[in-house]
């Protein structure tokens, strides 16, 4: 693992660790590349938020960067007009299923959602799909943050804290398809589930699904 | 919806063995799961907090995979069964119509067992017989073109075959309580004209 290799993003010559994954050695190099679902930790990455996509000179189509291992003499391109189409549909799909209220979102301005569509430039609109209803309830049984599933893109960042580092492993996915939510078991609200509101999940949370409240 | 306290006693007493059977690794949460529906008919939740229990796992990766097969059910079976098909062409033709006739006469929901045990409403997908569309399939029976007058139709038939049962064994506590859900039940179609 240890063994340094040279590889060109976007043209810049780039020296890192045989076998890192790709999303990281661009990222700790300053070249941004959208990602929601990655955690570098995670050695069993979903790669379902698909918006990663990079152009590697010899694969035929692109790839999820948080999954590639980088290798020596690897030529990647952040964008391509493939790339962009990807990540354009990507997100726009994620946006169908997410209730965008951003003026009055505590989360304005540190979103991580409006930091992918401002690298990007891409519209915090909702134009090619029908916008799924949202009608959940907002769980703000927790004393010191709420759970509104409306906001939640589903990235699985909370599920992982939960589990591997706060070692409480309270909430998961659960149903599938249009369906699918993250719950906790039996779908209690999170005051009575085995939460101990340590706020690690608020903390991981990309957009404001899992909020801190106002005092 | 709550379980019965005879429904419980089962749990407990079936759920041990099963889960002994196997080894405490997580790879094997599938096998006991359907083990264990086999045994009770369903998944109830304390059971599923036993399994998690004894692979070590969080309650909540019991709960994920058995919300999201669809082999899996949450509620125990009624006894009488509804599965209303919601395949393409069931579906087109009015399928979440019927649905949603059976969940206003039934008071239940999609997937749901009413409390008294005596129905089940689930939703299948396709059952092979696309021309009569919409299909439900009514206790191993397969009933098309269902409109919601159809689905007076059914629950009338219900209602006649258990009045000749209860005529034929006359049960104290038990028949009153199905009279008083007669009455709720008649009560409602009048609701229905109104809407």
Not at chain 1, 62 to 81: A, I, Y
Not at chain 2, 108 to 136: H, Q, W
Not at chain 2, 178 to 193: A, G, I, N
Request: glycine residues 6%; charged residues 30%; aromatic residues 6%.
């Amino acid at each position: 693992m240890s063994k340094m290799i040279t590889l060109t993003i976007d043209g810049r010559k780039i020296t890192a660790s045989e076998g890192e994954k790709l999303l990281w050695v661009a990222l700790e190099n300053g070249i941004y590349i959208p990602n929601l679902c990655a955690i570098k930790e995670n050695n069993r990455l979903s790669a379902s938020c698909r918006l990663c996509f990079v152009e590697v000179e010899g694969l035929a189509a692109p790839v999820t960067s948080c999954t590639l291992p980088v290798s020596e003499g690897m030529v990647v391109k952040t964008r391509s007009p493939r790339v962009d189409r990807l990540v354009q549909t990507a997100f726009e799909l994620l946006l169908s299923h997410h209730r965008l209220e951003c003026s009055s979102c505590s989360k304005n301005g540190s979103c991580e959602l409006q930091k992918i569509a401002k690298e990007r430039g891409l519209k915090l609109r909702v134009k090619r799909f029908k916008p799924l209803d949202y009608e959940t309830e907002v769980d703000d049984s927790p004393k010191t943050f709420v759970f509104d599933r409306s906001k939640c893109v589903l990235c699985g960042r909370c599920i992982w804290i939960c589990r591997n580092i706060a070692k409480v492993g309270a909430i998961g996915f659960s149903r599938r398809g249009l369906e699918r939510v993250v719950s906790t078991f039996g779908d209690v609200p999170l005051a009575e589930s085995p939460c101990t509101e340590c706020g690690l999940c608020v903390e991981a949370c990309p957009g404001a699904a899992l909020a801190r409240v106002q005092a | 919806m709550k379980l019965l306290e005879r429904e419980k006693e089962i749990i407990s007493n079936e759920l041990q063995d099963i889960v002994d059977e196997y080894q405490s690794k997580p790879e094997n949460l599938i096998p006991i799961l359907q083990k264990v529906q086999d045994k009770l008919g369903y998944l109830p939740l304390p059971a599923m907090e036993k399994i998690a229990q004894a692979l070590h796992i969080p309650a909540v990766d019991v709960f994920g995979p058995a919300t999201f097969y669809n082999q899996f059910r949450l509620n125990p079976p009624g006894e009488h069964q509804v599965k209303v098909c919601m395949g393409t062409a069931c579906y087109m033709a009015g399928g979440s119509i019927a649905m949603e006739s059976f969940e206003r006469r039934l008071n239940i929901k999609e997937g749901e067992t009413s409390p008294d045990r005596k129905y089940s409403l689930e939703r299948v997908a396709c059952v092979g017989c696309c021309t009569m569309a919409p299909v439900v399939v009514v206790d191993d029976e397969v009933e098309g073109s269902v409109t919601p007058t159809r689905v007076d139709g059914i629950m009338l038939s219900f209602e006649a075959s258990d009045g000749e049962k209860k005529q034929e064994q006359v049960e104290g506590p038990e028949k009153e309580q199905r009279e008083e859900l007669e009455k709720e039940e008649k009560s409602e179609p009048e609701k229905k004209e109104g809407e």
